[in-house]
C-alpha cells in the first residue's frame, strides 16, 4: 500500500542481483522490479523471510501512521493551496538562480574554498522546510546555501556569506559550508559529514526537555537533521536514531538520497540501500519518498513534522533525488553515467512543479514568470550586495578560536600575529 510514492514498510528485504549473497534466506528469493527510483538494475525481493525476522507490528503501525491515506489540503481535488504552490515554486526556483549564481561568482573568483551546489535537489529542502514555524530548526551539511535560504536567511547575507564579507550571516568567517543564523534557528552547514546529526538530535531534545521538564508548554518546536546517503552510513547517524527513538524527540531525519556520495554510488557502498528501513530498526517510522516531487514530500513532510509536533516521536524520511551539478564546483563529474543524468533531468523538479500548478489551474504562466523575474532580480542585488561588503579585519581571524592563542597567534610583543601584514601571505588572501 503506498500513496504519493510514500512506501509502507513490508515484512521484506530487498537486495540487488549482483551484491554478494550474504545470508541463507538470500538464495531462496524471487527477483522483481522495484519502485526504487534510483536503482538501475532489476532489485531481488526476498520474500522468504522467517517470522522472527519481521518487524514487530508496532513499527508497521507506525509507518502506517505516517504515510496513511489524508490529502493535504481538502481544498478540492489540489494538494496545496495556491499561495502556497506559488510559495514553494518562488522558494525552489530562487534556490536553482542563486545556485547558478554561486557557479558563475566561484569561477569569477568571489570565494574562496569548496562550494557544494544543491541543484536538482530543490524538492525536498523547499519541501520540508517551507512548512516550518521560525522557531523550528534546520541543520544541514555542506550543501547548505539552499536550506538556509528556504528558512528565511536573507539571499544578501548568504551570498556575503560565500563572499566572505562581514555582511554575511557569519560575518564571512564560515564561508560556504557552515551557514548559521541564530535568528532564523539555522544551526549551521557542517562539512566534516554527519557532525550536524548530533547537533539536531540536540536541538530536539531541547524542545522536549523545554516542553516537559521546564513546562514551557507552547515549545513544541521540531528540528530537520538534513544529510546525504553516504552520510547515512556513518556512526553517528546510528547512535542519534537510538537517542531520537529512545526519548521519543521532535525531529525528522531527512535522508537526501542523491545516489552518490562524491564519485561513490550509494550501491556499491551500502550493504542495504534502502535507507528508509533504518527507521523500525531503531522503532521509528521509516518512509521512502521520490524526492524529485515536490508534492510527495510536502506530503511526507507534512506527516513526520506533525508527528514531532504532536510528541509522538521522530520520523525517518529518504527522499531519493538527484544532483544535477558534480559534488562540487570543483568536480569535473566524470564518473556518473550521462544516461542517468539525462535520466534525472528529465525529471527536473521544477518543471514538475511548474506543470502541475498550470495544470491544475492555480498559476498562469504570467504569474510563474513574474515569480521568475522577481528571483532574478533578489539574486542579483544578493551578488551586487555581496560584492561591496567590506571584507572583515584581520583581527577577525581569531576570534572563536578556544585554544590558547599565545604563541600561534599572539606574538612576543603582545600582538596579535595576524595584524602582521606577513602573517598570511603565502596561505590566503583576507
Ligand atoms: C567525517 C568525514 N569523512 C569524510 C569526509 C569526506 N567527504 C566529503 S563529502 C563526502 C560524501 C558525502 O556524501 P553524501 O552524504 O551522500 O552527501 P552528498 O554530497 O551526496 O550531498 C565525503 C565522504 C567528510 N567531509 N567528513
Ligand atoms: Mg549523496
Known sequence: MSLSGAKIIQPLCIRYPDMPVISDQAANCNTTSTPFLGSTRTLRRIQSVSAAQRRPASAIVAVADVVKEKKLKSNKNHLLTKEEGLEVYEDMILGRVFEDMCAQM????????????????????????????????????????????????????????????????????????????????????????????????GAAFTSKYKREVLKEADCDHVTLAFFGDGTANNGQFFECLNMAALWKLPIVFV???????????????????????????????????????????????QEAIGRARRGEGPTLVECETYRFRGHSLADPDELRDPAEKARYAARDPITALKKYLIESKLASEAELKAIEKKIDEVVEDAVEFANESPVPSRSQLLENVFADPKGFGIGPDGRYRCEDPKFTQGTAQV
Open 255 to 301: 535522508v537526501e538520497n542523491n545516489l552518490w556520495a562524491i564519485g561513490m554510488s550509494h550501491l556499491r557502498a551500502t550493504s542495504d540501500p534502502e535507507i528508509w528501513k533504518k527507521g523500525p530498526a531503531f522503532g521509528m517510522p521509516g518512509v521512502h519518498v521520490d524526492g524529485m516531487d515536490v508534492l510527495k514530500v510536502r506530503e511526507v513532510a
Open 106 to 201: 566561484y569561477y569569477r573568483g568571489k570565494m574562496f574554498g569548496f562550494v557544494h551546489l544543491y541543484n536538482g535537489q530543490e524538492a525536498v529542502s523547499s519541501g520540508f522546510i517551507k512548512l516550518l514555524k521560525k522557531e523550528d530548526s534546520v541543520v544541514s551539511t555542506y550543501r547548505d546555501h539552499v536550506h538556509a535560504l528556504s528558512k528565511g536567511v536573507p539571499a544578501r547575507a548568504v551570498m556575503s556569506e560565500l563572499f566572505g564579507k562581514t555582511t554575511g550571516c557569519c560575518r564571512g568567517q564560515g564561508g560556504s559550508m557552515h551557514m548559521f543564523s541564530a535568528e532564523h534557528n539555522v544551526l549551521g552547514g557542517f562539512a566534516f559529514i554527519g557532525e550536524g546529526i548530533p547537533v539536531a538530535t
